[in-house]
């Protein structure tokens, strides 16, 4: 079947395919009378289950000196079942302490409940490449998450970043990385069956705006393929149900339609393009930016992050953005945060905290 293409927000001389740089907008000051819209800000605190839990908790209590709204903690799966049917109640323990010493310093706390680091055992049985293996042990996960975690969270976060997640998974066979995406979305339902009802439940897509690599026909199919596996896919099924994947039948899926009270993008740049499109294409539910700053220093990824605010403030006066989630608080491995191991805070977090 060949990749069918995706309606954006298109000017028509490039056929509906892709984001047109948006124009700079003048900086705007609230009307006079007016309240600018409150975007509660947070950020992503690194966290390893029962490990180093003094660390974790000074992590905490430094987010709530910077005046900060939110957390949000992965539970990692790998250290939590580290054998099938086997949950690690240390691990649980000490998220579960984690995320009260976090609210009684006045945060919120969320959990990301999958990592790109999954069991040995689940990969072993084909992860999310075998749909069975999938349905079975994914929603026992979420189940036991919500059972050890439930009392104390303040909102969910599934998975993060899918598209990247199954190019992990599949990296150079389209059709079985469109089939992993199949599954994550199936993934993504049975989680919202689990946890609705409760904590908000926010996605945390991987969206950017695609454009072909050459000037072949085939370049144009690849670009609208990943265009369609990034937004269409999530956006459609997200508002009607419907799972749209290139070389695949087109089936609806039940509980698909509205499964998420917030609709969370992950970004690294062109907010205010990511924003418009999720607002005019997405289901009918608040927005989130969970924002990755770029840059190699940390003067270009303050102005990274100042550029994302403008975005965010100009967004805001025409869609329900509630928050913006910063990753992550602190440098380390292979990480660069808003603050230094020692948690100075650096230019990147003044900008953070300032716009």
């Not at 945060?107 to 069991?119: G, N, T």
């Not at 997405?282 to 303050?302: H, K, N, Q, V, Y």
């Not at 992050?305 to 965010?312: G, Q």
């Not at 953005?321 to 805070?345: H, K, N, Q």
């Amino acid at each position: 079947m060949d990749p069918q293409p995706v309606p954006l927000l298109t000017v028509s001389s490039l056929a509906g395919l892709f984001i047109t740089e948006r124009a700079t907008e003048p900086e705007t000051t609230p009307e006079e009378g007016t309240t600018p819209p409150v975007i509660a800000r947070g950020v992503v605190v690194a966290s390893d289950g029962a490990r180093d839990g003094e660390r974790l908790h000074d992590d905490l209590a430094f987010a709530a000196e910077l005046g900060l709204t939110h957390v949000r903690l992965d539970v990692p799966w790998a250290a939590a079942q580290p054998k099938e049917g086997r949950i690690d109640g240390g691990v649980m323990e000490s998220l579960h302490a984690a995320a009260l010493a976090a609210r009684g310093a006045g945060l919120q706390p969320w959990f990301r409940l999958m990592q790109a680091d999954v069991p040995h055992w689940f990969d072993d049985e084909g992860g999310f490449a075998d749909d069975r293996t999938a349905g079975l042990w994914w929603p026992r996960w979420v189940e036991a998450v919500a059972e050890h975690l439930g009392e104390v969270a303040a909102g969910w976060v599934p998975f993060e970043a899918p598209f990247a997640m199954a190019k992990r998974i599949e990296p150079d066979d389209p059709r079985k990385h469109g089939d992993v995406m199949h599954n994550l979305v199936i993934a993504w339902r049975d989680a919202w069956r689990i946890l609705r009802g409760g904590p908000p439940v926010a996605t945390s897509l991987d969206v950017l705006t695609e454009r072909p690599t050459g000037p072949s026909q085939r370049d144009l199919d690849e670009s609208r393929r990943r265009d369609q596996l990034r937004w269409g896919l999530w956006l459609d099924g997200l508002s009607h149900g419907n799972v749209r994947i290139p070389g695949r039948y087109d089936r609806e899926v039940p509980d698909l339609a509205g499964s998420c009270d917030i609709l969370g993008l992950a970004v690294r740049g062109d907010v205010a393009n990511m924003l418009d499109r999720a607002a005019d294409q997405g289901p009918e539910c608040p927005l989130a930016i969970m924002f990755r700053p770029s840059g190699d220093t940390d003067t270009a990824r303050a102005d990274s992050i100042a550029t994302m605010w403008r975005d965010v403030r100009t967004a805001a006066r025409s869609y329900d953005l509630r928050s913006v989630t910063i990753t992550p608080l602190l440098d380390g491995p292979g990480r660069l945060g808003i603050a230094t191991a020692e948690r100075r805070l650096k230019d990147a977090g003044e900008a953070f905290l300032a716009g």
